[in-house]
């Protein structure tokens, strides 16, 4: 391979590289809490049409499960643990979360406008 071709192909493959890093890091991000079997806040107002980002801080003494079938989620966080979940663009409308291990009290939605 030719020494520009090659320069060429690596400059590409970086100037590509930048440009998912740039998009990646200009999702909004909302955070929840999760304690003692409830989300704060249990309510998220996103805009709609665009991805983002749910920040989930389990800060109980027990393991929980982010889930929701409206959003295509499912994740186990244990105790002390923080996890990120990226949401797809979502039409307007309300989307049920919840926490599968407290599910009578860890109840959330996402309200897309």
């Known amino acids: ?3 520009r071709t090659l320069l060429a192909l690596m400059l590409g493959a970086l100037l590509a590289s930048s440009a998912l890093a740039a998009f990646a890091e200009d999702l909004a991000t909302f955070k ?3 304690r003692d079997g ?3 806040p249990a309510l998220v107002q996103v805009p709609a049409g665009k991805r983002f980002r749910i920040e989930v801080s389990n800060q109980g003494k027990s393991a929980i499960e982010f889930e929701s079938r409206d959003l295509k989620q499912e994740k186990v966080i244990p105790p002390g643990k923080t996890a990120v979940v990226t949401i797809n663009a979502l039409k307007p409308g309300e989307y ?3 926490d599968e291990f ?3 009290t860890g109840q959330g939605k996402v ?3």
Do not use: G, Q, S
């Open 96 to 98: 049920r979360f919840f």
């Open 111 to 113: 309200v897309a406008k």
């Open 38 to 40: 409830r989300f704060d």
């Open 32 to 34: 929840l809490v999760a």
């Open 1 to 3: 391979m030719r020494p």
């Open 102 to 104: 407290h599910e009578k």
